[in-house]
């Protein structure tokens, strides 16, 4: 089991570009969430999917952020047009239904926008 | 809302010690959970130990312990026999009872274990 898989670890942009990243959840887990944490900070949460369904997304800033959890495939979190404030580490955790065991986390992306 | 509060910042500790590190939060839920995770410097976020609220027994996992006092909401964290691999950043977090709601973290202490 390979764990919740994160991909690009590391991702530089330039400002104005588009940043994507991706998420695997880990294997029998259907949900997943994504966090941001700014240097020196706790993290922040983001967005909840499900597959196919965005259940929560109190936390995405509204504008330029977007996330989907489609039937096949990754998670993808998708930010149009960075600036310099985006640069911060993005996680993603997964769970499975009606956890309560906290959810299990990824690595990470480290997101610098140039 | 849930806020969560992590009053210091950093802390260090000599190895071997004993180190608690304190969290307290707000909410008007009566039952929920509480956690602690571990990031560090690979910055992975690792579970360390978690707490439900509707049981009075504090949680206990090897050398990690917590004191959760619930009308005071208080959850800190408690290491003993402090070992250099302890050294990383760790946050407390609160997450509803209903489940698979977002966990609400505090800002982190750094703890640094030293020789």
């Known amino acids: 089991n390979a764990g919740v898989m994160q991909n690009p670890r590391h991702l530089v942009r330039r400002r104005g570009q588009e940043a994507r990243l991706r998420c695997s959840p880990m294997?029998?887990?259907?949900?997943v969430y994504w966090y941001r944490q700014l240097p020196e900070e706790g993290l922040k949460f983001m967005v909840y999917?499900?597959?196919?369904?965005?259940?929560?997304e109190s936390g995405m800033p509204k504008e330029r952020f977007s996330a989907e959890f489609p039937k096949e495939g990754p998670s993808i979190l998708r930010i149009q047009q960075v600036v310099r404030g985006d640069s911060a580490a993005y996680f993603c955790?997964?769970?499975?239904?009606?956890?309560?065991?906290?959810?299990?986390f990824g690595s990470g992306t480290r997101l610098t926008v140039v | 809302a849930q806020t969560v509060t992590q009053s210091q910042p950093e802390m260090s500790v000599q190895e071997a010690e004993t180190v608690t590190l304190s969290c307290t939060y707000d909410?008007?839920?009566?039952?929920?959970?509480l956690f602690w995770y571990k990031q560090p410097p690979s910055r992975q976020m690792i579970l360390v130990i978690r707490?439900?609220?509707?049981?009075?027994q504090n949680a206990t996992e090897n050398r990690f312990s917590v004191n959760f006092q619930k009308a005071a909401k208080s959850f800190s964290l408690k290491i003993s026999d402090s070992q250099l691999g302890d050294t990383a950043m760790y946050f407390c977090a609160f997450m509803k009872h209903e489940g698979n709601t977002p966990l609400v973290f505090g800002k982190g202490t750094r703890l640094s274990v030293i020789a």
């Open positions: 294997k029998g887990h259907s949900h």
């Open positions: 999917l499900q597959k196919e369904n965005i259940i929560d």
């Open positions: 909410t008007s839920e009566s039952n929920y959970y």
């Open positions: 955790a997964s769970s499975p239904p009606n956890s309560y065991y906290g959810y299990t």
């Open positions: 707490q439900e609220a509707y049981k009075q």
